[in-house]
Nanobody
Framework: EVQLQAFGGGLVQAGGSLRLSCAAS????????IGWFRQAPGEDRERVSC????????YYADSVKGRFTISSDNAKNTVYLQMNSLKPEDTAVYYC???????????????????WGQGTQVTVSS
C-alpha cells in the first residue's frame, strides 16, 4: 500500500504562484508515475500533469502548459507542481495520485491510478 500526502495549496491572487508537493510513502515503488488532478465544485476531476519517476518524462494538460511545471525528487519520493501565472479558473482541490506500474501511456485516465492523496485546496482570486 502507498500513502500520498499533498500539501502547499492556499489563496493567491491571479497572476501569482504556488508550489504543491506530493510525498509518497509505504511500499517500495520502481517504475511508477505520479499525477496531479484537480476538481472544481460541480465539475469532474480533470488531469493536470504527470511525471514518470523512472525516466522523468512529463505530461501536461493543454490548459496548464507553459504555466505549470512538474518535477520530482526521487530520493524523497516527492513530486512538485510549480504553478505560475495562476488564473481564477485554476481554482480547485488538487489531488496527487500514483500509478504503481507505469505502462507508457494513459496518464490522463484517472482510473489508471491506484492510490490518491487527500487533496489540497487552491483558490485564485481575480
Amino acid at each position: 500500500e502507498v500513502q500520498l500526502q499533498a500539501f502547499g495549496g492556499g489563496l493567491v491572487q491571479a497572476g501569482g504562484s504556488l508550489r504543491l508537493s506530493c510525498a509518497a510513502s509505504g511500499s517500495t515503488l520502481d517504475n511508477y508515475a505520479i499525477g496531479w488532478f484537480r476538481q472544481a465544485p460541480g465539475e469532474d476531476r480533470e488531469r493536470v500533469s504527470c511525471i514518470v519517476m523512472s525516466n522523468g518524462k512529463t505530461y501536461y494538460a493543454d490548459s496548464v502548459k507553459g504555466r505549470f511545471t512538474i518535477s520530482s525528487d526521487n530520493a524523497k519520493n516527492t513530486v512538485y507542481l510549480q504553478m505560475n501565472s495562476l488564473k481564477p479558473e485554476d481554482t480547485a482541490v488538487y489531488y496527487c495520485a500514483v500509478d504503481i506500474i507505469w505502462r507508457g501511456s494513459g496518464w490522463h485516465d484517472k482510473g489508471r491510478y491506484d492510490y490518491w492523496g487527500q487533496g489540497t485546496q487552491v483558490t485564485v482570486s481575480s
